[in-house]
T-cell receptor
Framework: DSGVTQTPKHLITATGQRVTLRCSPR?????VYWYQQSLDQGLQFLIQ???????AKGNILERFSAQQFPDLHSELNLSSLELGDSALYFC?????????????FGEGSWLTVV | GESVGLHLPTLSVQEGDNSIINCAYS??????FIWYKQESGKGPQFIID?????DKRQGQRVTVLLNKTVKHLSLQIAATQPGDSAVYFC??????????FGAGTTVTVRA
């Protein structure tokens, strides 16, 4: 158990809908990272937050957004869902927000868009 | 451009033998590297890390080697066990606050 908690574990939704994925980081960690994993793309970095502020952005679509709240939990919002958004979404957390930061992953949220 | 990649997508190893998983990276500014293990249906699990001021680091049954000259990273697993069957990812961290992952190597342990 990495200490990173993600909910829901599985969800199925229709195209065009919106979903919210939630992540609670390990106790004491200030950074939260979101990654997308699909069969043909591997682990793709989406976005990182550090202590409530956006720190780095990767290949995140405009239909996706995220935030980190004062209690340090984070949410990833996916809207206007398409079939291609079906993937495993991981949250990871780390103690600090700079280079050389070991990050620990949650068990992921399986999203299926039908 | 920046990329992290693994030399072989699959590796089959006999139980009890040693495994070597290789990884090449292209960003010379990368100063921190991590190996993760991902079992089916689970999140990546931290195995071992190494900083660029080192060329070798050992853990329990695992050793990571870093060759900065040729930008190569390897993970050695001693006495491979069935529980070592998984996908292994190398990841690099440069100064842009994120970890970039390679495509992964699937390790299958034969009984």
């Amino acid at each position: 158990d990495s200490g990173v908690t993600q909910t829901p574990k599985h969800l199925i939704t229709a195209t065009g809908q919106r979903v919210t994925l939630r992540c609670s980081p390990r106790s004491g960690d200030l950074s939260v990272y979101w990654y997308q994993q699909s069969l043909d793309q591997g682990l793709q970095f989406l976005i990182q937050y550090y202590n409530g502020e956006e720190r780095a952005k990767g290949n995140i679509l405009e239909r996706f957004s995220a935030q980190q709240f004062p209690d340090l939990h984070s949410e990833l919002n996916l809207s206007s869902l398409e079939l291609g958004d079906s993937a495993l979404y991981f949250c990871a957390s780390g103690l600090e927000g700079f280079s050389g930061n070991t990050i620990y992953f949650g068990e992921g949220s399986w999203l299926t868009v039908v | 451009g920046e990329s992290v990649g693994l030399h072989l997508p699959t590796l089959s190893v006999q139980e009890g033998d040693n495994s070597i998983i290789n990884c090449a990276y292209s960003n010379s500014a990368s100063d921190y590297f991590i190996w993760y293990k991902q079992e089916s249906g689970k999140g990546p699990q931290f195995i071992i890390d190494i900083r660029s001021n080192m060329d070798k680091r050992q853990g329990q049954r695992v050793t990571v080697l870093l060759n900065k000259t040729v930008k190569h990273l390897s993970l050695q697993i001693a006495a491979t066990q069935p529980g070592d069957s998984a996908v292994y990812f190398c990841a690099e961290n440069s100064n842009d606050y994120k970890l970039s992952f390679g495509a992964g190597t699937t390790v299958t342990v034969r009984a």
